[in-house]
T-cell receptor, first 113, second 109 residues
Framework: DTEVTQTPKHLVMGMTNKKSLKCEQH?????MYWYKQKAKKPPELMFV???????INESVPSRFSPECPNSSLLNLHLHALQPEDSALYLC????????????FGPGTRLTVT | RKEVEQDPGPFNVPEGATVAFNCTYS??????FFWYRQDCRKEPKLLMS???SGNEDGRFTAQLNRASQYISLLIRDSKLSDSATYLC??????????FGPGTRLSVLP
């Protein structure tokens, strides 16, 4: 089973709302990732958790707040977003060691109005 | 200089054609290499890992040249369903994956 699940599939939120994106994997992977992807661009790394600890934060604005409650779950809390934050948000997981590939969830398409 | 570069594309080819994609990377210490395909408005999906000895999976062949820091993907007998964006991904170490900009392929009937 190489499945990563994400909810919700679509999300529309106003600039004053607070919402959360959720990601889950049951492959025993120890690294989990959040990416942001705009149209016709490759995924852009936001955060990496390794063994449930934040290991990489690519200078992401504080209106995005990641959380890793356990080794299978990853959340992204959203607050006071801007219209330019509208994008596809992808979660991925990997073994966390060199030589192993990443598996992506289907993404959440976020629109900020 | 970008860390991972790919052919700019797009590639428009007829069904049945052979098409080759190229990718170069700048970090000579990079450890592993992958090709992903991404359909419009979908997530990237692993197509194949790339090994130094080269590897083949049906109509797809991937090659790695560590000395030249170059990776390739060859698709033979293109199908309409091969139309997608192909992403070259380099794993520099551990959790550090670097994506190329992608090359879009359209296979035409």
């Amino acid at each position: 089973d190489t499945e990563v699940t994400q909810t919700p599939k679509h999300l529309v939120m106003g600039m004053t709302n607070k919402k959360s994106l959720k990601c889950e994997q049951h492959m025993g992977h120890r690294a989990m990732y959040w990416y942001k992807q705009k149209a016709k661009k490759p995924p852009e790394l936001m955060f990496v958790y390794s063994y449930e600890k934040l290991s990489i934060n690519e200078s992401v604005p504080s209106r995005f707040s990641p959380e890793c409650p356990n080794s299978s779950l990853l959340n992204l809390h959203l607050h006071a977003l801007q219209p330019e934050d509208s994008a596809l948000y992808l979660c991925a997981s990997s073994q966390g060691r060199s030589g192993y590939e990443q598996y992506f969830g289907p993404g959440t398409r976020l629109t900020v109005t | 200089r970008k860390e991972v570069e790919q052919d700019p594309g797009p590639f428009n080819v007829p069904e049945g054609a052979t098409v080759a994609f190229n990718c170069t990377y700048s970090n000579s210490a990079s450890q592993s290499f992958f090709w992903y395909r991404q359909d419009c408005r979908k997530e990237p999906k692993l197509l194949m890992s790339v090994y130094s000895s080269g590897n083949e999976d049906g109509r797809f062949t991937a090659q790695l040249n560590r000395a030249s820091q170059y990776i390739s993907l060859l698709i033979r007998d293109s199908k309409l369903s091969d139309s997608a964006t192909y992403l070259c991904v380099v794993n520099e170490y551990g959790q550090n994956f670097v994506f190329g900009p992608g090359t879009r392929l359209s296979v035409l009937p």
